[in-house]
């Protein structure tokens, strides 16, 4: 097992471990434990609870799955660890696919829900390059976010998310700058592609989509909360309210 694997190698050393049969088990990366894990195309199904509980440092590398069954977390990294995916498939049936409290990176990987979860949760400082956050929940459900962000800073600068009601929600103080990446959501009533509660949201890049604009907003902040926008494409309306300073809006023949 994993924990086997991590339980016999030296304190210090860091951990390199690749997968060669699927296996069922709850896995946990202690702290202090620095380890690399390569799915290698084998699955990682949990015996209960959540499927990985990273406490210490962990890298996922290759193709493979880490699945979570219903309410559960697939890949949950804790407050005051640090996570890297750069790939994989990692999957909840109708719980969060990936909780991050901690540091988190993600330059790969696809990250998706159904049945009411979201694609990803994320409470502490995350950089994401890339990957595809995905939720395959109805367009009405008010849970269905590609990602949910609240307290910490989470920077976008590539990736593709996807969901049914708001591709990006965040609260709680957050601040989410995007610099790129392509956005969506499925809805055609009440929907967001970018949703801001107490919260900031600064945009200089990405693309952002709809199916119909007048049902719709690209972004919708509260009272409470504030956007900045310098760059992107968007398909649906964005109010010259929420414009940079020295910025105007610029329309396609499309």
């Known amino acids: ?36 894990l390569n ?29 979570a069954d219903a309410m559960r977390t697939a890949l949950r990294n804790r407050s005051g660890a640090t996570l890297t995916v750069n790939g994989g498939t990692i ?19 696809t990250f998706t ?5 979201q694609a990803a949760t994320l ?3 995350s950089t994401i390059t890339g990957g595809k956050f995905i939720t395959n929940t109805s367009a009405t459900s008010t849970a269905s976010n590609a990602i ?6 989470l920077t976008i600068k590539g990736g593709t998310f996807e969901a049914g009601k708001q591709a990006i929600a965040a609260s709680a103080g957050a601040t989410v700058i995007i610099e790129g990446g392509d956005f969506s959501v499925r809805s055609y009533a009440g929907g967001n592609i970018l949703y801001g509660d107490q919260a900031k949201i600064i945009v200089s890049g990405g693309t952002f989509k709809a199916p119909n604009s007048d049902t719709v907003e690209a972004v919708n902040v509260t009272a409470s909360g504030s956007a900045e926008i310098s760059g992107g494409e968007f398909s649906v309306p964005v109010s010259e309210e929420l414009l940079k300073d020295g910025f105007a809006l610029s329309y396609d023949s499309q």
Do not use: C, F, Q, W
């Open 39 to 67: 799915l290698n195309g084998k699955t990682i199904t949990a015996e209960k609870d959540n499927t990985i509980e990273n406490i210490g440092n962990l890298t996922i590398n290759g193709e493979g799955s880490i699945v």
């Open 91 to 109: 999957s909840s049936v109708s719980g969060t696919a990936l909780n991050s409290a901690g540091t988190l990176i993600v330059n790969g990987g």
């Open 123 to 125: 409470t502490g400082n």
């Open 1 to 36: 097992t994993i924990a086997e694997a991590i339980e016999a190698a030296r304190g210090g050393d860091d951990i390199s471990l690749t997968l060669y049969d699927d296996l069922v088990e709850n896995v946990v990366i202690p702290a202090g434990k620095t380890v690399v």
């Open 148 to 153: 949910t962000a609240m307290v910490g800073e």
């Open 113 to 117: 829900t159904d049945g009411g979860g």
